[in-house]
């Protein structure tokens, strides 16, 4: 909860319930039938008339209420938990002095066709088409939750640096980044942690909890962004469904050889060409790199194997051809691919994985079509023999 006046609101409601300090001598583990904190231990100096005042941390966002402090313990004192103090506002039709909407959290839920679970706040749902991704509507509760599925031989603090020192995951500045392992039981280590910052803009101040489950070459980046405001207030619940994140990894064995692969007709996103793609593959929005000079295609899609999802298929369409196939490779890349003056290659890196692609241009009656493939260094061999069958798939 943020300071100034709408703190002080919480802050007004407890004094008027605990006017005075209380002094007792208690039990510093004490806890409630469902094991959550009753009290917060403090070493902050208190004095009669402190009791209802809040309890902040070094952002100003308020974690409890202070209560009262120990007879024979100097410079010991306890608060009661901030959530405590949401729960009797809302028990006893207060819930109007609540600054923000307060976020419950639901049941595990298990997403299966993204190999990913953990606990969701009530009345969230993932509204990404990618099969790497997870992505909630902000609108619905003011708080993003984004999962990034990524290949990368890089340690989950390499990956904590590149979420929280750069833009390739959210388009914020981050600072003061705070993380620690997280031990689970039976389960996969996490990496957990927060990060202030602002938007793009710079209008607004933006608060992040992010959680990064190491999967071996396969990493789950987590994290749940919005004003800071709200994830502030919402950060018990954000951050124990974090801390509940799941994964199942999707790389799970060779492709085989290309030659062997089925191959049937799938629409293009705008439903109007057919284009072969292997069987059991998914079909995703997407398509191949964009080339300068180009003009926006007419239908674009991308295709990846059921067991990889580093590898891409990707296919442009225009419907008249008024750029020559040479001329289209050579605005992608100055590089030829291995198919000729209408191919083109190129490379890239991400999170520390080298990534080889190749593409070409062809005629399809009065059109121009682009198929181009995508997949990490290890498997470039499979891509370019890939990228041979499809083009003769194409022309049947």
């Known amino acids: 909860m943020p300071q100034g006046g709408r703190l002080n609101l919480v802050a007004v409601a407890f004094h008027c319930i605990f006017p005075q300090l209380q002094v007792f001598e208690i039990d510093a583990g004490a806890a ?11 070493t902050n100096n208190l004095n009669p008339g402190n009791s209802g005042g809040p309890l902040v941390d070094r952002d100003g966002f308020v974690v409890g209420v202070i209560r009262m402090k120990l007879t024979k313990g ?3 004192g306890f608060a009661i938990p901030v959530n405590e103090v949401k729960d ?10 609540i600054p923000s909407r307060r976020l419950h959290l639901g049941p595990f839920q298990s997403i299966e066709a993204k190999g990913i679970g953990l606990r969701l706040a009530e009345g969230v749902t993932d509204i990404s088409p990618f099969r790497s991704r997870v992505e909630t509507d902000p609108r619905s509760v003011e708080v993003a939750l984004r999962i990034d599925r990524v290949f990368s031989p890089w340690n989950p603090k390499q990956i904590e640096q590149t979420l929280v020192g750069t833009q390739a995951f959210e388009r914020i500045s981050m600072v003061g980044p705070e993380s620690q392992g997280s031990p689970r039981s039976g389960a996969t280590p996490l990496l957990l942690g927060h990060a202030t910052g602002t938007s793009a803009d ?5 608060k992040m909890d992010y959680a990064v489950l190491d999967l071996g070459s396969e990493k789950l980046v987590a994290r749940y962004v919005g004003p800071a405001e709200q994830v502030a207030f919402n950060e018990s619940v954000l951050r124990e469904s974090l801390a509940s994140l799941e994964g199942q990894r999707f790389i799970v064995g060779d492709l085989g050889p290309a030659e062997n692969v089925e191959w049937s007709p799938a629409p293009a996103t705008n439903g109007q060409r057919l284009l072969p793609v292997p069987v059991g593959w998914t079909v995703e929005p997407g398509g191949p790199s964009l080339c300068p000079g180009l003009p926006q295609p007419g239908a674009v899609t991308a295709a990846f194997p059921a067991h990889d999802f580093t590898v891409a298929l990707r296919a442009a369409v225009w419907p008249s051809g008024e750029v020559a196939p040479d001329a289209a490779a050579s605005a992608c890349s ?8 209408a191919s083109y290659a190129s490379r890239g890196e991400f999170l520390g994985a080298s990534y080889f692609i190749e593409g070409v241009f062809t005629r399809v009656g009065p059109g121009l079509m682009q198929l181009e493939v995508l997949s990490p260094d290890q498997r470039s061999a499979f891509a370019r023999a890939l ?10």
């Open 32 to 42: 409630g039938d469902a094991g959550e904190r009753r009290y917060l231990q403090i």
């Open 74 to 76: 100097a410079g010991i």
């Open 88 to 97: 009797f506002l809302e028990s006893h039709g207060l819930a109007h002095l």
């Open 202 to 206: 710079g209008k607004q101040e933006i």
């Open 334 to 341: 100055s590089r030829r691919g291995s198919l000729g003056g």
């Open 387 to 396: 990228l041979s069958v499809w083009i003769k798939k194409v022309a049947e």
